[in-house]
C-alpha cells in the first residue's frame, strides 16, 4: 500500500471525507458503493464489485435474484440440470 499523504479526521458518526482529488483518480462519485476491508491493523476502502456467491469470481457476473453469478458457475449449474 503507497500512503497518499492525506490526513483525515473522523466526525463524531465515524466518517470521513475523501478528498476530491483521490475521489477523482479513482473515479468515484457521488452515491457509488464503497466496500470496505479490514487486512490485520489495516482498514482498506475499495470499489464495490459484485462478486459470485459460490466462487468470489468478478469478472462477468450477473445478478440473480437478489444474488451475484458469475459465468463460469452458471455453466456449472446448467451443465448439472443435464
Known amino acids: 500500500m503507497k500512503p497518499a499523504g492525506v490526513v483525515r479526521k473522523v466526525d463524531q458518526l465515524g466518517r470521513i471525507v475523501l478528498p476530491k482529488s483521490l475521489r477523482k483518480r479513482y473515479q468515484m462519485n457521488e452515491g457509488d458503493p464503497v466496500e470496505i476491508l ?45
Do not use: N, W
Not at 444474488?67 to 443435464?82: E, F, N, P, Q, W
Open 38 to 82: 479490514v487486512q490485520g491493523d489495516h482498514i482498506i476502502l475499495e470499489r464495490y464489485r459484485p462478486r459470485c456467491v459460490f466462487c468470489g469470481a468478478m469478472d462477468e457476473v450477473r445478478e440473480f435474484k437478489d444474488r451475484y453469478l458469475c459465468a463460469g458457475c452458471i455453466s456449472d449449474m446448467i451443465t448439472l440440470r443435464k
